[in-house]
């Protein structure tokens, strides 16, 4: 069964006009094409993602790497072919490794099957696997704009070994990621990020930084951006207000480029887990909703010295509308029409 989908907003990135990276993760669209989803614009006419994010203002994608994933989806292979569609397209690629062989997030940061668990074996082992990754992408002609060393990694990345609970651990890992970026034969260095969730919240992302620095192998010179998620879903401490306060505390003690990375408003949502934040309760739930909500967020990070950059996180994920949330949809995109099969 084929889905014809077609984006509900004229532009998706025309609020964002004073960030440098206008930008969306499109990660699954491979699997989403796979499973007989095609794209359409506004004025109805068909296009590849690509297309349509560039023509909408989109100018930078970001895409999640997954180690040893069972199905290959998401596997270096599989962003390597997605990048080579992004630069046909003129977007520049915002590479995620997630360090896992599924879902790196808060909850979950799991060792790749066969990697060591020892601290000096697994640092070993993650400087060759980004190197080796990094290389892979030079060698396909794609230099990364951003490269993200671990996914919302707030409890730390490669657990157990890296946990929080080992602020020395997780900054060797930490740099040692870094150092396969750096030592890689990319043409040009890419912005390396550090990504966390809870953007909105001042004492985690100062506690974190703290802690991480203060262990000694890390340091600021290892890393460019600090990378935020800002999801309103999920706490309603989650305010636009409380989101300013702690960018420009960032910006101001680290010195870093700061980027949303991570980032959705609801289309429906009827039966929402938590309490809205107060600042935002007046933005509807809707395509023109996604639009004042972005306009929002975009003049915060704009406002901070080095904000640099927003991106959408899987507008076009129609087999996931929710997107991981209580909310019935947080894509970009709608169904327009069902097109059966012969024999439907």
Not at 10 to 31: F, M, N, P, R
Not at 123 to 150: H, Q
Not at 170 to 178: K, N, T, V
Not at 222 to 239: E, H, L, Q, R
Request: charge should be negative; charged fraction near 15%.
């Amino acid at each position: 069964m084929l889905f014809n989908v077609f984006l509900r907003l004229s532009s998706l990135t025309a609020v964002q006009a004073a960030l440098k990276y206008k930008g969306v993760d499109w990660s699954s669209v491979i699997v989403e094409e796979n499973a007989g989803i095609s794209y359409t614009t506004t004025s109805g006419t068909a296009a590849p993602l690509e297309k349509i994010l560039a023509e909408s203002g989109v100018n930078t994608v970001r895409q999640r790497v997954w180690v040893n994933p069972r199905d290959g989806n998401y596997n270096l292979d599989y962003n390597l072919k997605l990048a080579q569609r992004a630069k046909a397209a003129g977007l520049a690629v915002y590479i995620d490794f997630h360090y896992s062989d599924t879902w790196a997030d808060p909850g979950h940061q799991t060792i790749p099957s066969g990697w060591p668990t020892g601290i000096d074996d697994l640092a070993w082992k993650l400087y060759n696997y980004t190197l080796d990754a990094a290389n892979a992408f030079a060698d396909a002609g794609i230099t990364p704009n951003i490269i993200s060393i671990g996914n919302e990694i707030r409890s730390g990345f490669l657990l157990p070994t890296g946990s929080t609970g080992n602020a020395y651990n997780l900054a060797q890992l930490l740099h040692s990621a870094a150092y396969g970026v750096k030592d890689s034969r990319l043409s040009s260095q890419p912005r390396i990020m550090i990504h966390l969730d809870n953007g909105w919240d001042w004492n985690t992302q100062k506690n974190w930084y703290t802690s991480v620095l203060k262990a000694g192998p890390l340091t600021t010179s290892d890393f460019d951006m600090m990378g935020v998620s800002y999801y309103p879903f999920y706490n309603s401490g989650a305010t636009l207000s409380n989101l300013k306060t702690s960018l420009t505390n960032m910006a101001s003690t680290w010195g870093k480029e700061i980027v949303v990375a991570e980032i959705n408003w609801p289309t429906q949502c009827t039966r929402p887990a938590y309490s809205f934040p107060s600042d935002i309760k007046d933005i509807p739930f809707s395509a023109d909703g996604q639009t004042t909500f972005m306009k929002r967020v975009a003049e915060v990070v704009a406002g901070v010295a080095n904000g640099v950059g927003i991106f959408y996180w899987e507008p076009a994920w129609m087999d996931n509308q929710g997107l991981g949330s209580s909310c019935e949809s947080n894509t970009m995109f709608s169904v327009r029409d069902k097109l059966r099969g012969a024999s439907g």
